[in-house]
């Protein structure tokens, strides 16, 4: 399998406030602290595989405006492929109004703008690059319809794919999730797509299960601070706890743990050592403000890991 690791998928610039509580409607409150920060869940888990040495190609769509240039700098930084993040004119690069609480929760407003123009054609532009690659990760930050080609396209070059349904879309068509290797939902999203309650362990599985009867291959349920638990659809189970840690803001934990898991599976073709590592790597980045600036470097991983 090619090290190399495509991520289909949304450029988003996040505004994010910090408040001790959330306003009411009509109400007008002070946050304590603001920035913005690069983010959007294809370009998190992106960043997130590339602060690890992950070799990473990025297809995706921005605005011709200040966010879109300040993007791509940030891609640049970090070594990622930028030859296929198509500049869209008159579209704004997508924008989230962010507000985090103190006890670190998050409520997250999306504006896709450029997202919302990636089509089935860019997926063909970028073709000869996406052959070279070993895994193709997706999200549903952009159109259903140019998610359906990714997978077409993965699955008619036997690449090995990636889907994480999020933000939860009830249109999702199951029978395309089913063409994937990896279905990579949290337990908000698994009890969206299934209508099935997800508040114990117990019926996580049972709505996880659910799936796997319709045919998925692998489901991975990211749990927060339970951990995460992989259930297979040839009867493989396993469930990997996280550590505990001080959340200071849990924005875009569920993207560096599927950051940290294509870059170790890449390598290793280990499911369950894999998801050992990305749990770890998710706790490390929640106690730390932001997404993308939150994630550790490989350096600064292996010696958290190794604690
Ligand atoms: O998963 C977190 C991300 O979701 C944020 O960075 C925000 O951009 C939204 O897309």
Not at 179 to 186: G, T
């Amino acid at each position: 399998m090619s090290k190399k690791i495509a991520v289909i998928g949304s450029t988003v610039m996040d505004v994010v406030s910090y408040i001790d509580k959330v306003p009411e409607g009509g109400e007008t409150r002070a946050s304590q602290d603001f920035h913005t920060a690069c983010g959007g869940k294809g370009a998190n888990q992106a960043t997130a595989a590339a602060k690890l040495g992950a070799d990473v190609l990025m297809v995706s769509a921005i605005g011709n405006d200040a966010f879109g240039k300040e993007y791509l700098e940030n891609y640049k930084r970090h070594g990622i492929e930028t030859r296929f993040v198509n500049v869209i004119e008159g579209t704004a690069t997508g924008v989230a109004s962010i507000i985090v609480e103190s006890n670190g929760q998050n409520r997250i407003l999306l504006y896709k703008g450029a997202n919302d123009k990636f089509t089935p054609e860019m997926i063909q532009t970028a073709g000869d690059e996406l052959k070279k690659c070993g895994l193709i990760v997706l999200q549903l930050e952009i159109p259903l319809e140019s998610v359906y080609a990714a997978i077409d396209f993965a699955n008619e070059n036997k690449i090995p794919v990636l889907l994480n349904p999020a933000p939860a879309v009830k249109e999702l068509s199951i029978e395309k999730a089913c063409k994937c290797d990896f279905f990579v939902p949290n337990e908000t999203e698994l009890g969206i797509l299934t209508g099935m309650p997800i508040e114990t362990e117990e019926e996580i599985k049972a709505a996880a299960k659910f799936l796997l009867d319709k045919g998925l291959k692998n489901i991975i349920v990211t749990m927060g601070s339970r951990g995460s638990l992989w259930i297979s659809g040839d009867g493989k189970e396993e469930k990997v706890p996280t550590r505990k840690v001080q959340a200071v803001d849990s924005t875009g934990a569920g993207d560096s743990f599927i950051g940290c898991f294509v870059e170790n599976y890449v390598k290793t073709g280990d499911i369950p050592g894999s998801m050992k590592r990305a749990s770890q790597y998710a706790a490390l980045g929640v106690t730390k403000k932001g997404t993308q600036d939150s994630y550790a470097t490989k350096e600064e991983f292996e010696k958290f890991y190794k604690m």
